[in-house]
Each structure stands twice: as C-alpha cells, then as structure tokens.
C-alpha cells in the first residue's frame, strides 16, 4: 500500500518532531524540568508514527510509552504533551498520571495506558469488540513490547481478539530487551509473531525502522479488520536505543547491538527512500526542521509557563460523578 | 439460537411499577438484569457460561433467549481480559455487566480492576461505567475457593465503588444503580441466599436503592449490629432470639461499603452506645477495621462499650461442615457476642 504524499509528508514530519522532541526533553529531564523518569522512543519512530498513520480519524488507538509520534499523529498537540511532562494542568492527566503515562483523550481516540503492561491489550480488545457489535466500521490498534508479551494478559488477549474476530490490530514493538532482560530470557520463540498461530489471526513481521514496511502492513491489517476480517499481530523488529528510562545507561547491551542498529535509524532510512523515490524536497527539509524547532521551543515555554494543579482539586475525579471522597 | 447469533431485540415494555413481586434472591439479581437490559439497549451481560447454560449458577437463564448472543456474551476463560474488554466497551458506551463466576476468581481479574479500571477517571478523566458481579461467600460448602468474602481487597482501592446487596430487593434496586452509575462498580452478591431467601422486591423504577445508602432494617436501641451482605440474614435472626430476651437490638445493613455510609453508622452508634461489627469475612484488614475506626474517631464519646467485630478467622475458608461452620459468623455467634456486649 503506497502511502499518500500527504501522508508522506505528515510521516516525515512527526518522525522528525518526535525525535527533536525526544532529544530536548532529555535535556529538560536533566534540568530537572520532568520529574520522575523519562522513557525515550529513539528508534521507535517509524513504528509510532508508521502504524498510527494508518488509522482514520474513528478508529482508536491506544499506545505506550515509546509511541509519542503515534500521540502527536492522532492529534495531541505537542503543548499538551509537554504539559504532560511538565506536571501542568493543561496535561491531558492534568497532572495526575505520571509524564508518559495518562496521555489519554477519547475525543481524538486515544486510550491512556498504566503501567502495568499489557493492560491495554484487553481494553483495546474491548473497544474493538464494541465496534463489532455496534456494527461500526472502526478498528482499535495497540501496541506491546517484547517484554509485556510475556504476560499472561497478552495471551489472553490475542486469544479474545481471535475467538470474536475482533477489528483490532496488535502491534508488537520487539526491541529486544524490557528493561535489562535481553529477548533471550523473555522467550524461546524470538519471532513473537508466530505465537498468531496459536490464535489463529495472522501474524507478520516487519522490520520497525522501516516507516513503508510498518505502515504497509500495519495498512492492510486496519483494512482487513474494518473489512470483518478480524485482528492481526504485526510484530516490529527494532531497537532500543537508549536505556530503560533516561537513569539506565544500557551498560548490559553489546555497543556492537547498538552501532548495528544505529546503522539503520528509522528517520535517515526513511529520508534516503524518499529521495531514492524522488519526493525528497531538499530545500522544503531545511524549512521543515525549522519550523519542529520552533514548535517544540513553543511547546516547551507553554508548559514551563502553565500553571501547575492547585492542590486543592487533589481529590477531584477520583470519581465520575462527584468531585473528591473519603471523610478521614 | 447459537452463540454467533443475536440480533439486539428491541425495547419491550417495562414491568408496571407500584407492584411488589415476590421473588429469590437470584431471581431479583436476573430480574434486575432483565429490567436494565430493556430499558437500556447499550446494557449486556457477559463472562463465562453466562449465555447458553444460563451462568454457574443458573443466574442469567432466559436472558440468552430474550437478548442473543450479543447482549449475553459466552467468553474464553479470562478474567482478566473479561473486565479489560468491558473497560473497553465502557469506553465506546456501551454498558457492560461483567459475571465472575465466583467471587473468588476476581483475583485473575485483580489487575485490570485496581490499575485500570479505578484509576482511569483520576488519571485521565475518562469514566469507567462497569459493573462487576461477584457471586461470594460460603456456607455451601465449596471449600477455599468458592466461598470466599474479597470485598475488602477492593475497598481499599481508590476509584471503585464496592456494593453488598443482603435482600432481594436491595440486590435488585442496587444492581440497577450500580449499571446506572457510571464508574466502576464491584457487586458481591451472596451465592447462599440466591436461592435460600425470598422476599418482596419492588417493581419498575420504585425499587431503586442509592449507592452509599445503609439502612436501618431493624430499629432498636440497646446495641447496633453494623454488617452487610449474607449477614444481615443471621444478625436479624440473632436480633429475634435477644428481643425475646428483652433486649432491643439494632441492625444496620451497610448495603454500600465504599462509598460508606458513614452518617448512618455514626447515627446509630450515637443513639445506641454499643456497637458489634459482623462480617463474614475474616477478621484482618476487613471492613469491620474501617467501621471501628469511623465510629471510634467521630462517636467515641457516645460509647458505652468497646467497640466489637464478629468476623471469620484468619484462615482460608474450609470445606468439610464442621469446619466451615466453625469459620463462619451465624446467628448464634452473633447473638453471643451481642449478650456480652449488652452485658458489658
């Protein structure tokens, strides 16, 4: 599936603006700007951005942590990103949830993941079996790594969504380690997408820096599934390329893993197809990466600017229907 | 009908109100089922054997045949993903009643419960309207895993609401609450009184019962039993056998253990000066903890007694009678504790 040169376009910018995004919020990290951790998606671009890109605008997805080009496709503008970060209460969390979490917003079709992975595999399973009994042709898309396909919850899951023929594809970010875990401990099976097989949906792989594989396939399962003819597993193989969160400093990974990998960057990749097809405009790039540093210097100085959550609003939303609770 | 088929039927006419009809406990629960389903077509029922075979427990029989296999969903053994896909489903507004078979399988679902589905208004301000079933308690002798009393693993939770219905009417009018009510609603309903307890239950939209409402179901003005659930059975029983030895002997039935109805318990308290707390669930950590805590902080002044929990031990459930009737609360170890409070 040949992508649109609109789509090109927006692929090329988000994968960009991700990545600039990516490297000056570890700067604000390290000036103390983000509290908690920082999870960097360096590497993972072309999969967040490729596999988003595929939806339309009904269909909901519901990312994790290295998928911030997938929040920005969708829709969530990178001040409300940066608010996030930033513990402000222009945040979609409003400060609640921790900075790459609670990054959800139904009104654009985001789901908001908690830490515990996989549990938005069956949310997602949930929202796609909604579809299909409303008779809606829309399709959810979520996302798992290596690690969290070692839960229980991911086989029960892929079992669900296979039983019901559900409109939901799985994208199964494989960057090779969870945590300090090489793949080699997570399983005896280093191609995750066999494991389809055993639910009978079908399962590919793809190479996860490559943004036309991911979003070819990640293309034609969103089809299939908004056709009836249920999920599918796109398994993407990538790297990660820095630590666990921005305190882990891989010392566990072989640098010869990480100059392999370094060697097929997503963004680069993506740049020299573009201009091996012709449909790199040289001049529009140097146009485009400035106008990134400009929105992300806006992003940024909107965040630093906002205003924290009063404390006053602590129990506010705890529930639905009422504004705090507990009476100790 | 098989499991693929099931067209949603349409609304059919509701029950005419202003009518009570007697019924068990069970029915009450499948008449509330039936009675959302109607009126709301975005309600379904789903979990295990709940379609076809009419549920563990014969509960949802008649509703497969009236609502189709797509209103009454037969699922994979997952709990875990049953609450997830109802989370799920909750999201697109649907409004998704979720059938544990027992209470005790929660555990497998325990994740997607406590992580998910009661943090998800606070984090990112989507609401959670699900409610959760939960066939629990013992006194049908199916051991440790079949008989178990979890609601205080949950009242613990930031997020939830956690319901104890202990008559058919209040397991009618409280289930139809908890589907209207739009966060996440555990619902531990009493596998020993399914079948064991009739009574009126009230008609149409007459029979609502309010989340975060106890009620007083016997006046007095010696001591207050405060319990809830299966417990209310025994401790108006327990309460017969001390009128008859002159003693006036209140019974609260909490109804809602979170949000408390910490008015009434402090109420109550402060009108009789005695308090025994009755659960079935063993004694560490459960709601009587709470409840003593409530009432000793805010009613100390008007106690006349120490404050008194009746509770199983802190052990699993067991299986053979004489063991199983030796962990659980009754009437008569309730009314033994309440004679030595009312003596103290």
Redesign the interface.
């Known amino acids: 599936m040949d992508p649109t040169p609109e789509v090109l376009r927006r692929a090329h910018y988000w994968m960009r603006f991700a990545r600039a995004f990516d490297d000056r919020c570890i700067t604000m990290y390290k000036q103390g700007k983000i509290a908690g951790g920082y999870f960097s998606q360096l590497g993972h671009e072309a999969i967040s951005v490729g596999a988003s890109l595929a939806l339309g605008s009904a269909d909901?997805i519901a990312p994790m942590h290295r998928d911030v080009g997938a929040y920005f496709v969708r829709g969530l503008t990178p001040r409300r990103v940066a608010a996030q970060y930033y513990g402000r209460a222009a945040g979609?969390?409003?400060g609640?949830?921790a900075n790459m979490?609670?990054?959800?917003?139904?009104s654009i079709g985001i789901?908001?993941f908690?830490?515990?992975l996989p549990?938005s595999?069956?949310?997602?399973?949930?929202?796609?079996?909604?579809?299909k009994?409303?008779r809606e042709p829309r399709v959810?898309m979520t996302f798992v790594g290596d690690g969290s396909a070692s839960e229980?919850?991911a086989h029960?899951?892929l079992?669900?969504a296979g039983?019901f023929q559900l409109p939901i594809v799985f994208i199964v970010e494989n960057n090779q380690y969870a945590y300090s875990t090489p793949l080699a401990r997570q399983t005896r099976v280093p191609d995750l997408a066999r494991r389809a097989d055993g639910y009978g949906i079908p399962g590919l792989i793809v190479d996860g820096n490559d943004f036309f594989a991911v979003f070819t396939a990640a293309s034609e399962a969103v089809e299939r599934a908004r056709a009836g003819g249920g999920p599918t597993l796109i398994e993407c193989k990538t790297m990660r390329m820095r630590g666990h969160a921005i305190h882990d400093n891989m010392a566990y990974v072989p640098p010869e893993l990480i100059a392999e990998w370094q060697a097929r960057d997503p963004i680069i990749r993506f740049e020299e197809q573009m201009r091996a097809r012709g449909q790199l405009d040289e001049g529009a790039l140097e146009e485009m990466i400035g106008q990134i540093e400009t929105d992300i210097d806006d992003a940024l100085a909107f965040a630093d600017q906002a205003p924290y959550p009063d404390p006053a609003t602590l129990r506010f939303?705890?529930?639905?229907?009422s504004a705090g609770?507990g009476?100790? | 009908m098989t499991w693929d088929q099931g067209i949603h039927k349409s609304v059919t006419t509701l029950h005419a109100t202003g009518v009570a009809r007697e019924m068990t406990y069970l029915e009450a629960v499948r008449d509330a089922l039936q009675y959302e389903m109607r009126r709301d077509p975005r309600v379904l029922v789903i979990g295990e054997d709940v379609g076809i075979y009419g549920g563990a427990f014969k509960l949802t029989q008649g509703l497969f045949e009236e609502f189709g296999g797509e209103r009454v969903i037969d699922t994979p053994m997952s709990e875990a993903c049953l609450i997830g896909a109802a989370v799920g489903m909750a999201f697109m507004g649907l409004r998704p009643v979720v059938e544990m078979q027992f209470a005790d399988f929660i555990s497998t679902g325990f994740d997607t419960i406590v992580q998910f589905a009661a943090t998800n208004h606070y984090r990112w301000g989507s609401a959670v309207p699900i409610v959760i079933r939960a066939p629990s308690g013992g006194g049908l002798r199916g051991g440790p895993f079949h008989s178990q009393n979890p609601e205080a693993w949950f009242a613990h939770v930031p997020g939830l609401k956690v319901v104890a219905a202990a008559t058919p009417a209040d397991a009618r009018g409280l289930l139809i609450s908890a589907i209207r009510d739009p966060n996440p609603v555990i619902f531990f309903e009493y596998k020993f009184l399914y079948r064991s307890l009739r009574g009126p239950v009230p008609d149409g939209e007459d029979g609502l019962v309010p989340l975060g409402s106890a009620a007083i179901v016997r006046r007095g003005a010696d001591l207050s039993i405060i319990t809830y659930g299966a417990m209310v059975s025994e401790a108006l029983a327990a309460s017969d056998t001390l009128a008859a030895e002159d003693w006036n002997v209140e019974v609260l039935d909490l109804r809602t253990l979170k949000p408390l109805d910490t008015e009434a318990v402090l109420e109550s308290v402060r009108r009789t000066g005695k308090a025994l707390i009755v659960h079935e669930a063993n004694l560490t950590g459960g709601i009587g903890g709470e409840v003593a805590a409530l009432i000793s902080q805010h009613a100390f002044e008007s106690l006349d007694g120490p404050i008194t929990r009746l509770a199983a031990p802190d052990t699993p459930v067991p299986y053979t009678p004489p063991l199983e009737d030796a962990y659980r609360p009754n009437r008569q170890k309730i009314a033994e504790a309440a004679r030595a409070l009312l003596k103290y």
């Open positions: 909901i979609p969390s409003g609640r949830d979490h609670g990054l959800g917003d139904l789901v908001g908690v830490s515990h549990q595999l069956p949310v997602a399973a949930g929202i796609a079996h909604a579809f009994l409303k959810a229980g919850l029960e899951t079992n669900w039983v939303g705890v529930y639905a229907d609770g009476v100790a």
